[in-house]
């Protein structure tokens, strides 16, 4: 892990003499932003050596070019930090060495009783982005001797990237440790598919209370920029604002602005927005059972993990419901004034399937 973090900061180094702080990528224009460092960019950059003792030390004040300071917010988790969160608070275990559910398991019989008393006028809003399969063909048929007639089509797709709604099965992601609950993805997963934590365990639907929380709408932007990722302590402040508890077992959705960042070309460059690695513990410290974004992972992440939020998967067994739709949703719930509602999503039941195509549906 320590190599190669070692070569990102000594190509960091490098390139222009950009100074910053712990585990966060560094902005090109020296200007403070919701990262939590106000970055160096004079010529004058700190050594290979500098640079990595002040990333896995984290300072709260770092020395900058021509004698100046970086400050680094100290909220920012060091290296050793996020490695505790995904070793020691994994929940490997917690429902049995067998458990193939994960965080579906906080959500209860009783759990999603509760959520349906959120029903209060019945309205619906899909939170899928539009699918459009990469491969469609149409075979038409007709009745003899009528102009009745039938069509049907296949689809040719992978789900799983940046482009489809789709929910993440256990099985799909895993780090140096293994694959959720320590198994080892090598006898785990062959060419016939997953036999350890496959999609079909949450087939009975995933039914519980649903919180969005509008990262856009409190910033007052259209979208969350490349500069400035979504931290875990900014959930806890719009959960606050909008008057809602993120709770054991919740289904909890996160609105970056993935359309308008779209939209607007999808400016950052390489950098890409989203939700910064600080995210995983608020999300460990509230039991969250699924969680669904449209901007995913902040990246790069400034950290030596394999996987940065996604990482959630399977260290806590969250289910992920990857580029969700959540424009509409965010204007409903300005519309109706409150930003929980019973939340619904039922994964195809695929034998083996590393996870599924899903219309996740909230209801007010």
């Known amino acids: 892990m320590a190599s190669s973090r070692r070569r990102f900061l000594r190509t960091a180094a490098a390139m222009g003499g950009v100074a910053f702080g712990r585990g966060v990528a560094p902005w090109p224009d020296g200007r403070p932003s919701s990262s939590g460092v106000v970055a160096s960019t004079g010529t004058e950059s700190m050594s290979p050596e500098r640079l990595l003792a002040t990333h896995e030390t984290g300072p709260a004040v770092v020395p900058g070019a021509g004698g100046g300071t970086v400050q680094v917010d100290p909220r920012i988790p060091t290296q050793a930090e996020v490695d505790e969160w995904y070793t020691t608070r994994r929940n490997w275990g917690r429902w049995g060495a067998d458990d193939q559910r994960g965080a579906i398991n906080l959500i209860t019989p009783e759990k999603r009783v509760a959520a349906t008393r959120l029903v209060r006028n019945g309205r619906t809003v899909s939170v899928s982005r539009v699918f459009e399969p990469a491969q469609q063909f149409i075979r038409k048929s007709g009745r003899e001797g009528s102009s009745a007639g039938a069509v049907v089509d296949y689809y040719g797709f992978i789900y799983h990237g940046g482009v489809v709604t789709h929910i993440d099965a256990l099985c799909h992601m895993w780090d140096d440790d293994g694959m959720w609950g320590g198994r080892d993805a090598a006898v785990e997963i062959d060419t016939q598919g997953a036999h350890w934590g496959d999609i079909t365990a949450w087939s009975d639907g995933i039914i519980t209370k649903g919180v969005l929380l509008d990262v856009a709408r409190h910033r007052g932007v259209p979208h969350v920029s490349a500069a400035e990722p979504v931290h875990g302590w900014e959930l806890e402040e ?59 992972d902040a990246s790069p992440s400034g950290y030596d993990v394999p996987f940065a939020v996604h990482g959630v998967l399977f260290n806590y067994g969250v289910a992920l419901l990857d580029n969700a739709g959540l424009a509409p949703l965010a204007a409903a719930c300005a519309d109706e004034g409150r930003y929980e509602f019973m939340f619904m999503a039922s994964p195809l039941k695929v034998a083996q399937g590393t996870g599924s195509p899903v219309n996740p549906i909230a209801m007010f």
């Open 238 to 296: 719009i959960a606050t604002d909008q008057g809602v508890t993120v709770e054991p077992g919740d289904a909890l959705l996160v609105h970056s602005g993935w359309e308008a960042y779209t939209e607007a070309g999808r400016p950052g460059g390489a950098a890409r927005p989203g939700l910064h690695i600080s995210c995983a513990k608020f999300i460990r410290d509230h039991d969250v059972a699924l969680l669904g974004w449209d901007l995913m």
